[in-house]
């Protein structure tokens, strides 16, 4: 480490003002700043200080979302040769699997990571301003909420659109309304339906004697229970994104999270109690099979376990009161149950429900942030502010 400290030491000066290459300080920045920890520090007035800074923050998001990576990946390989072979076990082709899943996701993290790099680099150099972190989690997001065989051209479209049209026209990271990485899977769901929806998309080169249906679109054409078992959908050994299929690897990272305080408990907490409460409601008043499946199918059927860990917690885009979160998330919840159980032409629910309130987040907050307010001028008034 001391020798790449020194040589990133001599050429440092060639990138700022003065230097051969003063248009490329914030990519050597954000080079650098990537390797070591930064040098700036605070001169002037109170600071609070932790060990929480943007890097460390981010690493711990990637770091928890290894293992819903790790699972996908090694489903990718399962539900390919499964449908090939049905009497195939889960362990029976341990090797194969995640050889075969690697080759299909790998690709797909690299698309995410050059496009979106390339285009937050180029901002920051037109702009003059340092390289934000943000993208090692949206790199990383994308091609988890992706089905494991997406066009790589269409990824990268995506990519594209998410980070320019979601971040960039907006000032960049920090200043975005939208999650980036559901902003890329609305995109395709949108502009290319084929790729993003259907039996064929969610098994890569499946047989086409095998189903390849997932439990949201087994409900959704009036099936009375999903052929896959709760535990079955518990564990993620079922068709679906690349990183959504497993409940048990995304608490492990929500544990990951929670633990570090990076995560919003509040916000986790809440998605699921509104989730909870749709469910319930459609079981007291709904008619048909899909209205009356246990509330806590929801939790393991598409991206809903994903999306209330990883997604709703953006704290770019989710509410920043406390209040704000406990309201922000049961939303999500109930929004999410609502569109996958009503809506015909959609099953999965969790991206709209995020993006509708990502949109509402800011009101949220506003109208918190206002009663707070009239109720401490009513305080003040009962105890004779006027007066004083």
Same mark, same amino acid.
């Given at each position: 480490?001391?020798?790449?400290?020194?040589?990133?030491?001599?050429?440092?000066?060639?990138?700022?003002?003065?230097?051969?290459?003063?248009?490329?300080?914030?990519?050597?920045?954000?080079?650098?700043?990537?390797?070591?920890?930064?040098?700036?520090?605070?001169?002037?007035?109170?600071? $609070?200080?932790?060990?929480?800074?943007?890097?460390?923050?981010?690493?711990?998001?990637?770091?928890? +979302?290894? !293992? &819903? *990576? #790790?699972?996908?990946?090694?489903?990718?390989?399962?539900?390919?040769?499964?449908?090939?072979?049905?009497?195939?076990?889960?362990?029976?082709?341990?090797?194969?699997?995640?050889?075969?899943?690697?080759?299909?996701?790998?690709?797909?993290?690299?698309?995410?990571?050059?496009?979106?790099?390339?285009?937050?680099?180029?901002?920051?150099?037109?702009?003059?301003?340092?390289?934000?972190?943000?993208?090692?989690?949206?790199?990383?997001?994308?091609?988890?909420?992706?089905?494991?065989?997406?066009?790589?051209?269409?990824?990268?479209?995506?990519?594209? $659109?998410?980070?320019?049209?979601?971040?960039?026209?907006?000032?960049?990271?920090?200043?975005?309304? +939208?999650? !980036? &990485? *559901? #902003?890329?899977?609305?995109?395709?769901?949108?502009?290319?339906?084929?790729?993003?929806?259907?039996?064929?998309?969610?098994?890569?080169?499946?047989?086409?004697?095998?189903?390849?249906?997932?439990?949201?679109?087994?409900?959704?054409?009036?099936?009375?229970?999903?052929?896959?078992?709760?535990?079955?959908?518990?564990?993620?050994?079922?068709?679906?994104?690349?990183?959504?299929?497993?409940?048990?690897?995304?608490?492990?990272?929500?544990?990951?999270?929670?633990?570090?305080?990076?995560?919003?408990?509040?916000?986790?907490?809440?998605?699921?109690?509104?989730?909870?409460?749709?469910?319930?409601?459609?079981?007291?008043?709904?008619?048909?099979?899909?209205?009356?499946?246990?509330?806590?199918?929801?939790?393991?059927?598409?991206?809903?376990?994903?999306?209330?860990?990883?997604?709703?917690?953006?704290?770019?885009?989710?509410?920043?009161?406390?209040?704000?979160?406990?309201?922000?998330?049961?939303?999500?919840?109930?929004?999410?149950?609502?569109?996958?159980?009503?809506?015909?032409?959609?099953?999965?629910?969790?991206?709209?429900?995020?993006?509708?309130?990502?949109?509402?987040?800011?009101?949220?907050?506003?109208?918190?942030?206002?009663?707070?307010?009239?109720?401490?001028?009513?305080?003040?008034?009962?105890?004779?502010?006027?007066?004083?």
């Amino acid at each position: 480490m001391k020798l790449l400290r020194n040589i990133l030491d001599n050429l440092k000066p060639d990138f700022e003002k003065g230097g051969k290459f003063p248009w490329l300080h914030s990519t050597f920045d954000a080079f650098e700043t990537f390797a070591f920890v930064p040098k700036t520090t605070t001169k002037n007035g109170a600071h $609070f200080r932790d060990a929480l800074d943007m890097k460390r923050t981010m690493t711990m998001v990637i770091v928890a +979302l290894i !293992p &819903a *990576l #790790l699972f996908g990946t090694y489903n990718i390989g399962y539900q390919h040769f499964l449908s090939l072979d049905p009497k195939i076990g889960f362990f029976d082709e341990i090797w194969n699997n995640l050889w075969y899943g690697i080759l299909k996701v790998l690709p797909i993290i690299i698309v995410s990571y050059v496009v979106g790099l390339s285009i937050e680099f180029g901002f920051a150099q037109w702009r003059g301003h340092e390289v934000n972190e943000g993208f090692l989690v949206t790199g990383m997001l994308i091609p988890l909420v992706m089905p494991p065989d997406v066009p790589l051209w269409q990824v990268a479209m995506a990519t594209a $659109f998410s980070v320019v049209i979601g971040k960039e026209v907006f000032g960049g990271t920090g200043m975005n309304f +939208l999650n !980036p &990485a *559901l #902003l890329a899977r609305a995109f395709l769901f949108f502009a290319f339906p084929s790729s993003m929806s259907g039996d064929n998309v969610w098994i890569a080169e499946k047989a086409d004697a095998f189903s390849g249906a997932t439990p949201l679109a087994e409900m959704m054409a009036g099936a009375s229970i999903p052929t896959h078992s709760f535990m079955e959908m518990l564990l993620g050994v079922m068709p679906g994104s690349i990183g959504e299929t497993s409940a048990i690897a995304i608490l492990l990272g929500a544990i990951l999270l929670l633990f570090t305080g990076i995560g919003s408990w509040r916000i986790m907490l809440s998605v699921f109690v509104g989730g909870a409460v749709m469910g319930l409601t459609f079981n007291l008043f709904g008619s048909n099979p899909y209205t009356q499946i246990p509330f806590y199918y929801h939790y393991v059927m598409g991206g809903f376990m994903f999306g209330a860990v990883f997604m709703a917690t953006d704290p770019v885009t989710a509410s920043q009161t406390n209040r704000g979160k406990w309201i922000y998330g049961f939303l999500i919840g109930v929004m999410a149950v609502l569109i996958r159980v009503v809506n015909p032409a959609y099953p999965e629910g969790m991206m709209l429900s995020i993006l509708l309130l990502n949109v509402f987040a800011p009101l949220i907050d506003y109208y918190v942030v206002d009663s707070n307010i009239k109720k401490r001028i009513k305080r003040w008034k009962m105890k004779g502010g006027e007066n004083v």
